[in-house]
């Protein structure tokens, strides 16, 4: 069986793509709301910097042994890029590219922004963590739908 390599991406890496990758892990149960504390205790959750904009990161792997990696983008679309490259360097071509910026709410946005981009995360983090939850539930229906369209 051939292995999937599952990427979901956003502007920075930092958020919804983070809860998402973790949930498709398993990392994060769907089923219910997480804590602050758990949401911050996630690795890459509101600690990306501009160094790994544009780099993949394994966040883990799901129930069937697929990669789940997480991608700040920096509003780039990577999938054809990533594409090319794979089908050039003549690997598999099994990659699910997953934007998650549709679900990015204003709390999420000036959170980000305020933390990562100004460096205040005293001041961002609070609206990262609200927005966060607010997206929850959006982000957990992405990641069901994805699951059941790569089946």
């Known amino acids: 069986m051939v292995k999937i390599k599952f990427v979901y991406f956003d502007y920075g890496g930092s958020h919804s793509s983070v809860i998402a990758a973790h949930i498709h892990a398993g990392n994060l149960k769907g089923s219910r709301m997480p804590s602050s504390s758990e949401l911050m205790e996630l690795p890459f959750f509101d600690k990306t910097t501009p160094d790994n904009l544009g780099r993949l990161y394994l966040v883990g792997r799901d129930e069937k042994g697929n990669e789940i990696y997480i991608l700040g983008s920096q509003n780039s679309n990577f999938e054809p890029v990533l594409r090319s490259l794979a089908a050039l360097l003549e690997l598999d071509k099994d990659f699910v590219f997953v934007c998650t910026m549709p679900y990015v709410n204003p709390l999420l946005r000036l959170g980000g922004f305020l933390s990562r981009r100004l460096s205040l995360p005293l001041v961002g983090r609070p609206l990262v963590i609200l927005g966060a939850k ?6 957990r229906h992405l990641v069901e739908k994805v699951k059941i369209q790569t089946l």
């Open 134 to 139: 607010w997206a929850f539930p959006h982000l």
